[in-house]
């Protein structure tokens, strides 16, 4: 039984350092904002609140990342932000489970966001330092998880027209 236990350390302490070679890019396109109330089903706030709508390409080869110990690769974009009273940020925007090296070469073409962004505080004033990033997370069929934030690019929110002021009143 020790020696079993033995090798599963082993494994799970040297997958992490087997070489790979992904490739990716994520390119923004455009950034829209909106004011309206939430479309969430689970979210029961009945104030009206800034969303932005992103428009972004993916270009990626994740398929060097797959090797024996790799079950699937968890691939998500976050946008991350500082705003007024919320130091830091972060938004999950899109992600996909990629469960074999067929499926890990991304090209995705005028692709919006998954799930909603918006800010805690209802509008997006104030919001600096934004930037929008790509994460992947293998996971193994034996040890730990750890993410690998792969690219990051700048991320401009602008108002949504006539909202100074206005929103969450």
């Known amino acids: 039984m020790s020696t079993l236990m ?8 040297t997958t992490p350092l087997i070489p790979s070679s992904p490739t990716h890019a994520v ?3 455009s950034v829209q904002t909106t004011t309206g109330r939430p479309v ?8 009206s609140a800034e969303y932005a709508r992103l428009t972004f390409d993916v270009d990626a080869d994740l398929s060097s ?5 790799t079950k699937l690769l968890f691939a998500y974009i976050t946008a991350d932000y500082r705003a007024p009273g919320f130091e830091t940020n972060r938004v999950v925007v899109w992600d996909r489970i990629i469960r074999n090296p067929r499926q890990a070469k991304l090209r995705l073409r005028k692709h919006h966001n998954k799930y909603s962004l918006r800010n805690y505080a209802l509008t997006f004033e104030g919001v600096e330092a934004a930037n929008l990033t790509l994460h992947i997370n293998p996971v193994p069929y034996l040890g730990v998880m750890y993410d690998k934030p792969a690219t990051s690019i700048p991320l401009s ?13």
């Open 27 to 29: 390119t923004l396109r």
């Open 6 to 13: 033995v090798l599963a350390i082993l494994i799970s302490v």
């Open 65 to 69: 990342m797959f090797n024996w110990n």
């Open 40 to 47: 969430d089903p689970f979210d029961k706030t009945s104030r």
């Open 157 to 169: 929110l602008p108002r949504a027209a006539g909202s100074a002021g206005q929103v969450g009143r």
